[in-house]
């Protein structure tokens, strides 16, 4: 049986869903959470749908890479998991280095393969000529920059602060205003955190493949008012070419104008 408390995330300690998890935990007003360190969305996923967590968290979409296939995927085709709540949270990528390190020091950077491409500005020129080398994630960087005076990573403020590293230069994205958002996942009845406004997200999956199916769907909405705020297709996995929709829009399912549209779509 789940402890209450209990809330499964993409580890390891240090990262952005970390992050996310903690705010979380606080919003549900869990004095001290239990947290399960995971080591992909399935396992996360798992752990919510066979009772092992009563919570978990998962990245849902960044702004600058789109959606989290492997989110969605699980939404569609692997978990019963419903969806409580959502957090944005700003990405900004730090260079942390050893306590004790200058940036004279550091021969190597190292950080998540996204965390790179995202400050290779700042990497061409700010710190020339040093060797890049693959993290799993940025809170890796940043252990890794703490145990190492050659070595900064680029990772989160938060993580430095976790793994004892120090921020030697804030905010080196390319990107300003890159930000993921984290959905707090729970079993199908849990209550909902309804602090915000409220969001209804669809899978809809299409009986035949036929001309004007999308048109047919967005006019229902379009017909009741309702404002759409995300649409994406993603494979059925049954066969090339066969595509099912999620959709999401404001408002929750049970309001004035939702069950109208909701119907004709069944």
């Known amino acids: 049986m789940a402890n209450d408390q209990s809330i499964a995330f993409l580890g390891p300690v240090g990262t952005y869903t970390h992050e996310a998890v903690l705010a979380f935990a606080r919003e549900l007003g869990l004095a001290e959470p239990e947290l399960v360190e995971c080591v992909s969305f399935d396992e996360v996923f798992d752990c919510v749908d066979r009772g092992r967590c009563a919570f978990g968290v998962v990245g849902k979409e960044n702004s600058l890479e789109g959606p989290v296939t492997a989110t969605l995927d699980n939404f569609a085709f692997r978990s019963g998991a419903a969806i409580l709540a959502e957090k944005v949270v700003d990405i900004h990528h730090c260079l942390v280095v050893h306590p004790d390190a200058e940036l004279a020091d550091v021969r190597t950077v190292a950080s998540h393969p996204q965390g790179l491409a995202q400050c290779r500005r700042f990497l061409n020129e700010r710190m020339p000529g040093r060797a890049t080398l693959t993290a799993t994630s940025t809170a890796e960087s940043a252990r890794m920059a703490a145990a190492d005076p050659t070595v900064a990573g680029i990772a989160n403020a938060f993580a430095a602060e976790v793994h004892g590293a120090k921020v030697a ?82 408002g929750a399912a049970d309001s004035l104008e939702a069950p109208t549209a909701l119907n004709c779509l069944r």
């Open 169 to 250: 230069v804030r905010d080196i994205e390319d990107h300003f205003g890159n930000q993921t958002v984290f959905a707090l996942i729970g079993r199908p009845g849990a209550a909902a955190l309804t602090g915000g406004r409220m969001k209804t997200s669809l899978a809809l999956f299409m009986r035949e493949d036929r001309a004007g199916t999308l048109h047919m769907i967005l006019s229902e909405f379009a017909f009741a008012g309702i404002n759409l705020t995300m649409i994406q297709s993603r494979p059925t996995k049954q066969q090339l070419g066969d595509y099912m929709f999620f959709i999401e829009f404001a």
